[in-house]
């Protein structure tokens, strides 16, 4: 379901507006001065830009100190950047009557966000080319809920013993903030125990059309997630957590009229920024798995997968009902 009618329109493609590179300078001030920073890089804007400015005067309050120092650092080392992303923001908010944007978002890191190894200007138009698509995507109610930080209830499937439920909702919100936009999360239903969360960006194909890329997966957390995948596993009828995920994410790039969604290599996952112990800390070989998912080689974000036709026999065995399920969820959601 798409915005285009109700409200105008507004590309991402295109050059947001009141953005005056001779108008950004830096400023060298204390990290504790957050507002001042932010007022003194902020271009001259219109009544949404305003708006966001002045949330963002208010940010230093509402965060702790160490995300203060962080945010303020970022806005000075990338002025450019990170002024382009928070006019977006409110020229986005305000045409589309959004209301102002969740603090997540507007901590949003431009820098460092989805693909290793890309530039500034190359991450900041994935990420704005990935709302103005969930536009056109999702309905204004859940746009307008994931804007303002709240969680979507995708569905729920039902294994043998216990329900999953299926959540969209910002990246911010589950540790893959770095990995892309959104994210689906499975979990179960009797306790909320996340199984699998996917961080992915919606990015636009030829023709018009559109498919998502996958930044990340992670697995539960906790000495008892490998107990959780392989009960979960077999109560779904051996389909895995993960492959569930994937199955979501292909039936929402399902209307795009791509052929193939995208995922993130492990040389250009964003955690190859970090430090060598915490690049040591992710244990998923995501090129293996998208191997084993019939992903091939493709540039630029590292794999390409086959989102398929989702057709199932109506009578399978409860392994291939799971599997009709999870896509359907993807593929009805708006």
């Excluded at 990338?78 to 102002?100: E, I, K, N, Q």
């Excluded at 998923?284 to 191997?291: E, K, N, Q, S, V």
């Excluded at 992903?295 to 390409?304: A, E, K, L, R």
Aim: net charge positive.
């Amino acid at each position: 379901m798409s915005l285009e009618g109700r409200l105008p329109q507004f590309s991402a493609r295109s050059e947001p507006p009141s953005l005056t590179d001779t108008g950004v300078c830096r400023v060298e001030t204390p990290p504790s001065a957050l507002g001042y920073v932010a007022a003194a890089n902020m271009p001259e804007c219109g009544r949404s830009g305003r708006h966001v400015l002045w949330q963002v005067l208010k940010l230093g309050g509402r965060l702790t100190l160490k995300r203060a120092i962080v945010f303020s650092m970022r806005l000075a080392r990338h002025p450019v950047s990170t002024t382009r992303w928070l006019a977006f923001l409110g020229a986005f908010g305000d045409r589309y009557r959004l209301g102002l944007p969740h603090d997540d978002l507007i901590r949003k890191s431009v820098p460092t966000f989805l693909l290793h190894g890309a530039s500034c200007r190359r991450r900041l138009q994935l990420l704005m080319n990935h709302f103005d698509i969930a536009s056109e995507v999702l309905s204004r109610r859940s746009l307008m809920a994931l804007w303002r930080g709240a969680s979507m209830e995708m569905g729920t499937v039902g294994g043998r013993a216990e329900n999953y439920r299926v959540q969209l909702l910002l990246a911010d919100h589950c540790g893959g903030r770095h990995e892309g936009a959104f994210a689906i999360r499975l979990s179960r239903q009797s306790d909320r125990y996340a199984l699998c969360t996917a961080s992915f960006a919606f990015v636009r194909c030829d023709h018009d059309a559109y498919s998502l890329v996958i930044g990340g997966m992670q697995g539960p957390r906790g000495g008892d997630g490998k107990r959780a995948l392989i009960t979960a596993t077999r109560d779904l009828g051996g389909l895995r957590p993960k492959d569930a995920v994937l199955l979501t994410l292909q039936g929402l790039a399902s209307e795009g009229n791509a052929l193939h969604l995208y995922a993130v290599s492990n040389e250009r996952h964003v955690i190859n920024r970090r430090r060598r112990k915490r690049r040591r800390m992710m244990v998923t070989d995501l090129d293996a798995y998208w191997g084993d998912r019939g992903g091939q080689p493709s540039d630029p974000f590292g794999f390409s997968l086959p989102i398929g036709d989702g057709q199932t026999a109506r009578d399978g065995n409860r392994r291939e009902q799971s599997k009709r399920a999870f896509r359907d969820i993807g593929a009805w959601f708006y």
